[in-house]
Structures are given as C-alpha cells and as structure tokens.
C-alpha cells in the first residue's frame, strides 16, 4: 500500500465541497485535511465551528485560503471546490508555487481538451494552456490509466458523468445508429443548482414543482460531446430539476444499428465495466431508482429494449454530489495516489 | 344558453372521481349531481359523510349503485370513474336500459377505435362493439365537432392529452422528420397511480426518489400512436414517478423537416390552438412550469429550438386530475351539452 | 344584496396578495379590481404580465402606486399587502386623502389595541393613533359585529387565527385551568416565510427538516395573548417549519378546572361556532390533517380528551394564505360591505 | 480491545432491520452477521439478493429463520428487527435453546420493568418473566452500567429516546415544576410508521400534509412515564406524522422551580451529558435541526429559555432509524460487548 497523503481542500462552502470535506475526514490513506477559507472566515480555526453538525463526528484544521499558504501547507494534493473562475486563477498559481503539488479541480474550469470550448460555453476567459496540458479529464471508469500521473484532474460535471457511463458502451461498441439521433433526458436534485439563495431554488418555487431549464444551453452539452464523441446535430440533452435533495437520473434513448436482444445489451454493459466497482449494471429487466445511489458513490446502470430490438432505452442513476461531484473527486485521488479504487466510498 | 343538467356519478372514492365530483358541484349549468357508491357504502347517504373535507363546501345524494338505478335517476348525462372492467360492463348496460343516456367514461375502455387494441394492452374483454361504435375520444381540442352527437365519450389519459396536444400542430403541419424517431419522455405525480396504497406509492419510497417505470409496455401509448399517426417503430413514449402529488410534464423531441424559426413555431402553436381557451401556449423563451397547472385545467406548451433550427423541445405541462382526468371529462360535457367550453373550469 | 364593491389592491407579488388576488378575481360581489404596483413595475398594464399563469384565467390592470392614484381610484376599500413599514406609512395617508376609503390591512401594524405592543415587538415606529381608533382586529367568528362599521380592519396573523379560534371557546366558558399553563405548538408551511429568497427558506435547507424557530419572540405572540386574555407567563407559543407549502395545524394543550366528556367538549365547539360556516368542529373522536384545509379558506378544529377528562389537546388547522391571510381578509370584506360571510370563498 | 463478535440479525426487511444491517456489516468489531429470513425467503442465500441496493458495498449470508438455527448459529449477539409478538416467543426460546446467547430486541415486548405495562399498552400477553428478569432498558446515555452484564436489552422506542435524553437532566436536577404539567409534543417522519403500504402512509396522503395521530393512546407513552418519573397525569405526550423520510423532533415544555439563566441550563445538559459522545449539546441560543441528526446516530438537544427564566422549552433531535432504533441498538451492543461506545457508529 503507499503512503498516506496530506491533503488541501479550498472551498468547502458548497453542497459538493461539505461532502467531499466529509469523505476525506474518513478516508483510511489521508493522514491530513487543511481546508482553505476566505478571509471572511479568518475566526473558523476548525470546520465544527463553521458546521456544528460535524461536532463529535470528524474534524479539521481550517486556515485562511491564499496560495502560498495552500503551497506550503505540505498537502500532497489540493482539491478545488471553487468557482470557475477562482479555479481558472488557483490552478497555474499554485502550478507555480508548488511544482510538485497535484490538484483536483471540482469547477468546469479544467474538463476540456480545447481551451475555446470552456470560454465559449462558460463566458470566461480561456484557461491557463500550461494548466492544460498537464490536465486529465477525470472519469476513472474511461479514464483510469491517465490518473497516476496526472497533474492537474478536470473533476467531470454531474450530469455528463451518468450521459457518459451510461452511453459509452453502446458508442465504444458501434451498436448505436446515430442518424436517428440520441435523446439524453436529465432531471437533477436541487443541490445540483449550489447552495446560494435564488428564486429558482426557494423551497415553495420547487417543491411540488417540476420543469425543465437551460435547454440547448447547458454548460454541460459539450462534456457529452467530448467523450461520446456525438456531434451536436445528432444529440439532444436536457436538464430538468426535480423536487428531492440529491440524485440524477438519466434517460437516454438511442435506436440501434441492428436488433438486439437484451442479454446482449446486459452483456455489453457487464464486460465493459468488469472491474469497475462503483458502476452497478443492473440485470436485464430491473431499472435503477434514484433511492438506491443517493448517498453512496456508485452510478447505477439499466435498460429497457423495445420487443423488435430496435430501440434502447438507457437508465442511469447517481447521486450528483457523491459520483456526480465528491465521490468521483476521491474516486479520482484514489486512482492518482495508487489506492484502491474504493478507499473511503464503500 | 342551452338547459341545465342532471348528471350521475359513478365512482367517487378515487382521485379522479373526487376531482370531477368538486368540479361537478360548482359547475354553473349542472342543477343536480347524484353519486352512485358500492352497496359497501350503502350508509352513506350525502357525499359529505364519506369525504368530510367537504362539509361546508358542497355536498350532494348519494345512493346505492345499479344499473337501473343510474339509469332511472333522470341524469342525463353518467360519468364513469370506475374501472376498466366495470367500465366495460356498464357502459353496454346503461344504453341498453336507458338509450337517451350520454356516457363520459374516464377508464380506457372507450379510448379507442378497434376494439383488440383495448384488448391487446390492456389484456381485457374487447369492449361491447355497439357502444365502441356510438363513442368518440373525448380531446376537444381536436375532436370538438363530434362532441354534440356523441353518446359515449372516452375521456383520454393524462399523458396522452399531454403528448397528443404537445406534438399534433407539428404532425399536422408535417414539420416533424419521423424517420428520426420522436420521443416523448414523461414524468407524472403520484395522484395517476391511485389511491390504493402500494409499496409502490408508499410514502417513503416515492418521497426523495425518482425511477422510470413501464418501459415499452405503457397501456397509453396506443393513444399516443393513434392521435399523432406515428408508427410504432418511429416513437417512444416513457413514464416517470416524480414526487410530487400532481401533474404532468412531458418533454418532447423532434428533429424537422426542414430549419424553422422560433416564431413560426410559435406562431403554428397560436394558430392552432386559436380559440382553444384551456391550452395556453407560451412566448418563445418560456418554459412551462407544473407549478402554474396544477389545481386548473389547463394544458400549457412551450417549446425550445436549438440555433440551428433543426432540433425542436416541446414541452407540455398539465394537471393530470384536471386536463388530465377530471377537468377534461367536464370539458367534453360542456361540449357535448353545448355550454361554453370553459364552463365550470376556470 | 348590497351593491356591488370596487377594490384597490396593494401588493400583490407576495404569496398572500397573489391568493387575494385570485381570490377578489372571482369574488362575485366585486365588480371592479385594480392593483396597485411600485414604480419599478411600471410597465405592467395587466396582471397577467407580471403572472404568466392568470392567462385565460383572470385578469386586471394594473396602476402605479401612489397614495392619490389609490384614493382617486374610486375603490370603495384598498387591501393593503405590504410589509408592515409600508402600512403603517399608507393607512394614515390613505384615510387623510379619502376619507370614505375603507382598508384591509394584512400587516401587523394595526392589529394591536395598543400602539405600544406592536412597537415593542416589532421594533418598529407606533400606528398612526388616529388611524388605530378607526382599526378593528378582523377575526370575524369573535367580532364580525365591528365589521359593518369599520373603516381599518387589521387583518390577524395566520398563527394566531388558529391558537385563537382553537381556544376561545374554551377561555370563554371558563374551563381552562390557566395556572397549569397553556401550551400552543403550531407549524407551519413556507409561504408563511415569505417569497424572499433566504437560506433558510431554499429547498435543500426545508426539505426533510423540520426546525423550531422565533422560540418566545414570535411577533404573533400578543395577538395571541390579546385575544385569550391570557398573561405571557401563562402560555407558551411555538412555531416550527414544515417541509410543505402552505398550512398551519397547532396543537394546543390545556388542562381543565374540572373533567369534561368528550361530547361536552364537542358541543361547547359547536355552540361557540354556530353559523360560523368558515370554521368547521369535527366530530370527537376526528381530528383535523393539513390537507383537508389546504387551498381553503375553513380553519377546522378538533380535539382529544383524556380517559380522566382533565387533559384536553385541540387541534386546530388552516391554510395560512387561506383563512390565515387572503381568505380571512375577503371574509373581513364580506363582513364590512354586507355580503354574505361566504361569498367568493367556497 | 475486546475480541471481535459475530452477530445474528432476525428481521431484515423492515427499515430499523435494514439499516441495522448497513450498520453491523461495516461494524469494526463484528467478524460475521448473519441473517435470518422467514421461510417465504428461503430462495435468498445473500442479502444482497434482498436488496440490491447492496451489491458492492456489503453482504453476508441469509438463513432460514428458526430457533435451533440462531441457537446453533455460534453467534454471540442476536438482534432481534422483529414485531411485538415475534419477540415476545423468540427471547424466552432463545435463551432456552442457547443460554449464553445474548439479545437486542428492538420491539417494545422487553422495554418495561412491569410486564402488565406491556400487555396494557400493546393488548398482548405479558413477556416471560424470567426473560423479563435478564432484561434491561437499554438507554446507555442513563443505564450504560447495566448493559456489561446484560442478557437481554430492551432497545427503547424512537420517541421515547428523544424526550427522556431531553428532560432526563432537569428531572434529576428537580428543576421542573411538574405540577404545572409537562408537554412533550414531537414529530416523526414516515420510517417510523413502518414498511407496509396503508392509506395513512400512501405519498399522497403524507405529502403536503401533516397530522397528530394516536393522542393520549401512543404506546410509547408508559416508557416516557417510566424513565423521566412522572405520573400519567402530569404530562402530555403527542405524536405527529411529518412528511419526511426521517427523524424526529421534539419539543418539550416545561415550567421550572425556580428562575433560571441561560448558562445554567447549557451548564446542566453538558454537565448530564459529559462523556456521552452521542447526545450533543447545542450552545444556549442554538436550536438543533432534522436535518443534522438525520443518516446519524446522534441526538442533538437545545433549549429557549423565557427571559424571566420561568419557561423552558428543549427541542430534542434524533434520526428515528439511527439513535431512535439501529444506532442505539448497535449503542447497546458496544456496551455490552465492551467496544467503545461509538464504534461503527460515526
């Protein structure tokens, strides 16, 4: 087994921030957590203080967030959970003033290959090229191999990370026929929409309320793209907020190239994530719940195929801050520090 | 202003019933409503005594249901919110004995126009032939000539209200490039499943959850086939729990024919549903939201194209007790008896 | 039947004064309704720009606020839906520029005998005196003979409707044994909190919990306190938060002076609310649920008595925006122009 | 440290079952559980073909349930997840058939010094007296000192265990003026109404409303009397059913002997509470929340007190599944076997 690390965690103020900060007080090879704060909390010298409910359960020491204290602190590797904006900053800084230092960035910030995608999608400036380069797009199930000697991870966002999982066989595998496009129907919890008050997210504007929002527009669409490899023309994917705290789920819809049956589907799946343990194929014939991955890490994955087998029907399911966000952030320091790829998720 | 009405009710103790029986007490043209229970409920005498929340409010006789009974009862018009299978049954029977009985039968067993594809999915009786032959499918929007001669009317189901109403302007227009597949992904509250308890609608497994349920195999997706003319093959239709107590959101797409315009697609909604006083058709930009249908009967559509032109989201909203069930069968009532289309709704 | 009545309504982008407006929309004894919007809204004409969902529903122009348009307006009474800064401005100015103009203030500035108890709690200049001495505290089931002559009602607060209507009856007959102390729990949906985005009110923050809140500085207590005639030190009064929409049930506990039977208590509740239509006293043995007020302008009261008879718990249920707020201030309406106590409200 | 334990749990397919399960299979000190399923499930051979939910996260075997089969089973502990009656016959076998075993019974049948306590409240035989003799309450914040030498634990009731940790403190302290009467009103989400559909727990019936059920005839009441000491006649104990998953709140009322400060208070609880790592006391001026005991074991108590010092209200906190049920169980393990209080707990 190697070594403990020592980690940095900025931005603990968020839905995804609290629950990494809650995975990493428990996980077996981290011997150290310093959170980062701004300097309005320069009084928290401990994240109790600042979340009570964390009073006799786990604790931490919190210090006032700037970069030399972050590339000095000994922390192995600094997980971002910040703004895009503030990671589009933090990252080549602390490049700089830690060569050696590895980051995990939660933000959209670090998650594409070409810079113009991010600016173009997200209305901010082009992040930092060097930054870039020694980027990985973090989603371990396609990924793991580029994890050990990875830099700086692009943590995935929520949604794509059930798209993805939930497509890639079926794409890897040829069986899709793209000409009668794809249909990705998301609906999120609320925690997905952050933590700060707005109309949007106020309790009577959402509960016993359903509706679909950012269509077309959403910062997510290019993820999807990227790693399905689906031109826009040919894909659809839509966001809609559901009434729970947490979860997503996914339907996705896809016709086939030829008829298949559905123990071929199961098949696919089942081979295709052999070895991966926090993707749960279900059997053919069982659907996934959003009541079955909310507070855990996995992303569960079923299907329903037409009697003809010509049309797929798709259900993924995760919870958007465990796999969808926290979970796959320590999923992803796992696979770069060489511990198991389930330490602290089970 | 044609004369006021006497009308029966059969089945009250579900969802559906209980709607229509609060919509049929204030309705302004309906001099007498009578509801006929199950000699279970024969000590039951006014509708208050068996829903409390309803004394002060309204109220009205019920009596021990039979078919003489109904059909002596000097109604003029019988609604049916029973079963399929007591629908099926009664619906020959009340003709029989009282010819001059209109029927507005909210099960699906007058939903559709050959009688083995009631058969087929809803593994039932064919229903009688002579009755199917003296029904129509009861979507004023669509079918309101038929509505004043009509004897038995087939009140539609929730989501199919919502899709047909959603996608036939675009059908019609002949907009929709069906070799791409249409498919309308639909998510309902837990009032379309009934009022028997199930482990299926039991709180603590709705509540915080989410899940997609039967998958190719929904009884209303012949209705769905039947109003908008798609093959079988060239659409899926799917069905969704959302915890929450009321109302339908579907999100539709479609790839066009050729590039449009959001303000021709805007302006083929208008156009078609002119006149229409209970679909409400949004301002290009603007979603439809469950929140602003629930408690009405109101069936609102909004829409979405990409830049591009080519991809098209319709997405329409209703209360699946009021558009959807309940409101509906009033609607067709004012049709049938040639009130004003809104009577008794808003 | 009286003439019918023109009303001025100011405020009505909070939740009580939207639900007033629905409510005077279809009020059959108003002839004429015009909202009164801040300068900010000035280009709204009609109420359903600023509600999307009152389209084909109902409807109203809309006029920017100011004390002269107001009073020129020839309404024959102003609501009054503003925050308490603003009503204690505009009833004095109201009244000077048109002293015929009746008002229904829904705030708290001109609930309180004393212009003292509302400053103390509050915190908050005193009520104009002279515009207090023309004030009524609007409960209509204690004191609708004040309403034909009122030309200030202040409209009660939706905690306190429900403690006092749940109580009276038994402070009146004397039964309580005040020494024993009087305990009043109520909770109470969302809208209660206001349609201001805050952290305590944003769907993640609500839903699955439940808080206590205000513990013995809720602004409602000296209504309570006015009305039972009971001193501070002899009841206690709680509020808490539901993870619901809208509704108040407050469970109120008393011992008695001597024991009671339950049909006693029972017709003690009857007797005090004869021809009370809006609140409804269940049968003993019946308790009243949230749902059966919701979206209803009843408050319904029931109670459990002990084996001994010593111990009496009563519960008390309403719509906050209901008989809480709009419901209660179109019932004050009624009672001051004359119409039956009922109209528009069922 | 104590040597590992293997374990046996009856009655899995409850929610306490099953979240006692979750918590044993990741219990340090527990090398092996074993389940026992009644005969209907003697297809299932591991638990995670029960619930899939399971699958690659935890797992152990399934047994057919039968005495000689947990006699024999070489498990120290068994708990026991079952209802009234099922207790009631298997801890006298139990202890027949193997009279080292020693059993956790999460049922009321063992919770009362008096067996004609049980029989009273729950209309059920009387448990075995020498079985009743072995037994003890097993509230380890007040009786951890028993549980070393215990036989057989009575795991108390989710309710009870809230309002005797949040007046236990001033009972002792004789601080409460008990002649003005004590009230305990608390609310639970819907987990602690049990698995099984009925109406009353149907989605519909629970969302969006909110209720008192089972006044003055809840069965917890005698172990509130039992433990805090006070006659029947001298508090008032309700229940309310709140439209959530988890977690109870309740807030207890009292009036006190004398004027008391803020500080002493706090002083009191954390003083009661000192070395207690699962009941957290909040800071004077704090109040605890659902949502920071719920997937918890703790119980978090806070207080309000008048400022005249003469009122007090503690709101005491608790997941119904966790401290008011599995977590306490597990609690009570600990105690008995030796392990340190919160192993496997946090």
């Not at 901010?124 to 380069?133: F, G, N, S």
């Amino acid at each position: 087994m190697n070594d403990p690390s020592r980690v940095a965690v900025v931005g603990v103020t968020g839905y995804a921030g609290f629950e990494l900060a809650k995975l990493l007080l428990r996980h077996p090879h981290v011997e150290k957590t310093t959170f980062f704060l701004r300097e309005s909390h320069a009084d928290i010298h401990c994240l109790s203080e600042l979340f009570p409910q964390l009073r006799g359960w786990g604790d931490a020491p919190c210090r006032v967030l700037s970069v030399d204290a972050i590339a000095s602190s000994g922390a192995d590797v600094a997980f971002l959970s910040t703004p895009h904006e503030a990671s589009l900053e933090l990252v080549p800084q602390l490049l700089a003033a830690n060569p050696s230092l590895r980051i995990i960035d939660l933000s959209g910030a670090f998650r594409f290959g070409r810079a113009a995608t991010f600016s173009e999608w997200y209305k901010l400036p082009a992040p930092d090229a060097k930054a870039l380069r020694l980027s990985v797009y973090g989603l371990p199930e396609l990924y793991a191999d580029r994890l050990p000697n990875a830099q700086v991870v692009g943590n995935p966002g929520c949604y794509p990370t059930s798209v993805i999982l939930g497509l890639r066989p079926l794409i890897d595998a040829g069986w899709i026929n793209t000409s009668r496009g794809v249909v990705c129907d998301c609906k999120s919890g609320v925690t997905g929409a952050g933590k700060e008050p707005k109309r949007d997210t106020h309790f009577v504007e959402v509960n016993e309320n359903f509706r679909a929002y950012n269509l077309f527009s959403h910062r997510h669409t290019p993820e999807v793209s990227d790693h399905l490899g689906l031109a826009f023309e040919d894909f659809v994917f839509t966001t809609h907020l559901l009434p729970v705290d947490r979860g997503i789920l996914s339907t996705l819809y896809v016709w086939l190239q030829s008829p298949r049956q559905a123990h071929e589907v199961e098949a696919l799946f089942r081979d295709f994530y052999a070895g991966r343990p926090l993707v749960r194929v279900m059997t053919a014939g069982k659907l996934p719940e959003l009541q079955y991955v909310t507070h855990t890490n996995f992303c569960d994955i079923g299907f329903a195929l037409d009697s003809t087998g010509d049309r797929l029907i798709v259900v993924s399911c995760l919870d958007n801050l465990g796999k969808g966000a926290a979970g796959q952030a320590v999923q992803n320091f796992n696979g770069m520090l060489g511990y198991p790829e389930t330490a602290g998720l089970l």
